[in-house]
């Protein structure tokens, strides 16, 4: 991204931060686990599956995240906000 912007990578970060209080690396995870967030409340897709179409890589990486993040599990974050279809 900072070549891509033609500045030095702790410019870009620095920037990055100020402008939303995150790191590159922590906005991007951020975002990642809103859209497992969207594909739990919204699908019925395979845990492995809805981690893999938001980025984050396995099912695990998407238990630790949302756990985190959500203080919930995948599962139960599923069973808490699934919304009617």
Same mark, same amino acid.
């Given at each position: 991204m900072a070549a891509h912007a033609s500045t030095s990578v702790r410019t870009l970060t620095r920037r990055f931060h100020a402008e939303t209080g995150l790191s590159p690396l922590q906005w991007l995870l951020?975002?990642?686990? =809103?859209?497992? %967030?969207?594909? #739990?409340? *919204?699908?019925?897709?395979?845990?492995?599956?809805?981690?893999?179409?938001?980025?984050?890589?396995?099912? =695990?990486?998407? %238990?630790k995240h #949302?756990? *985190?993040r959500a203080?919930?599990?995948?599962?139960?974050?599923?069973?808490?906000f699934t919304r009617q279809r």
């Amino acid at each position: 991204m900072a070549a891509h912007a033609s500045t030095s990578v702790r410019t870009l970060t620095r920037r990055f931060h100020a402008e939303t209080g995150l790191s590159p690396l922590q906005w991007l995870l951020h975002r990642r686990v =809103d859209r497992a %967030r969207e594909l #739990l409340e *919204t699908t019925d897709l395979p845990m492995d599956q809805v981690a893999e179409r938001s980025g984050l890589g396995s099912a =695990d990486s998407l %238990r630790k995240h #949302l756990t *985190t993040r959500a203080g919930l599990t995948p599962t139960a974050y599923r069973a808490t906000f699934t919304r009617q279809r």
